[in-house]
């Protein structure tokens, strides 16, 4: 049974850098074929997909954070990782990981974790 | 970006009873290649959302045939025959036809 887990600091500074990780177990992220993503909830918002990395190390990100938004794979531990840069409290949202099939076929989540933008 | 609208926000159901969730989408969600990249989401309290079905109709594996979905092009429905106290949580529809893919507001599904 594949699984994912996020870790990474929960309360970050504004203008700082929001780092987190994704620990895949059951299954290795270079599988062919899947896409290893991230999709955040902002409170009392909608679900957002902010990014993904493909399985070839090809990277995707929405237009709004691609200035500031980098998402990079550690095949020999099987993790992922999401790198958002110059923070503020609009940034402040539950993040998931999460595995794609291709098309947004999101078949796998992260139990989530909460980030908050706060001096 | 597609622009996904789910109705109603909030859904009280009695246990036993049907309900239903609207998805309708800016555009259509017929791909090139035939496919309707729509998919449905179960968040329950306290956890992450659960994939329940995909393709607008493909129950995934272990979702109760009590769940069913339907629709095409723009709008798209979620129903669930019979409530039962486990189907409380959110519901969200997403859109993987157009990048990048697109949720609802989602749906509060409550037991009265």
């Known amino acids: 049974q594949l699984q994912l887990q996020e870790s990474g600091p929960g309360l970050v500074k504004p203008s700082e850098t929001l780092s987190l990780t994704c620990t895949v177990s059951g299954g290795s992220i270079s599988s062919s074929g899947y896409y290893w993503g991230w999709v955040r909830q902002p409170p009392g918002k909608r679900l957002e997909w902010i990014g993904s990395?493909?399985?070839?190390?090809?990277?995707y990100y929405i237009p709004s954070l691609k200035s500031r938004l980098t998402i990079s794979a550690d095949t020999s531990k099987n993790q992922y990782s999401l790198k958002l840069s110059s923070v503020t409290a609009a940034d402040t949202a539950v993040y998931y990981c999460a595995r794609d099939q291709g098309n947004f076929e999101i078949d796998y989540w992260g139990q989530g974790t909460p980030v908050i933008v706060s001096s | 970006d597609v622009v996904m609208t789910q109705s109603p926000l909030s859904l009280p159901v009695t246990l036993g009873q049907p309900a239903s969730i609207s998805c309708r989408s800016s555009q259509s969600l017929v791909n090139s290649n035939g496919n309707t990249y729509l998919n449905w989401f179960q968040q329950r309290p306290g956890q992450s959302p659960r994939r329940l079905i995909y393709?607008?109709?493909n129950r995934d594996s272990g979702v109760p045939d009590r769940f069913s979905g339907s629709g095409s092009g723009t709008d798209f429905t979620l129903e669930i025959s019979r409530v039962e106290a486990e189907d409380v949580g959110v519901y969200y529809c997403?859109?993987?036809?157009?990048?990048?893919?697109?949720f609802g507001q989602g749906t509060k599904l409550e037991i009265k």
């Open positions: 990395i493909y399985y070839s190390g090809s990277t």
């Open positions: 393709k607008v109709s």
């Open positions: 997403m859109q993987g036809t157009h990048w990048p893919g697109t």
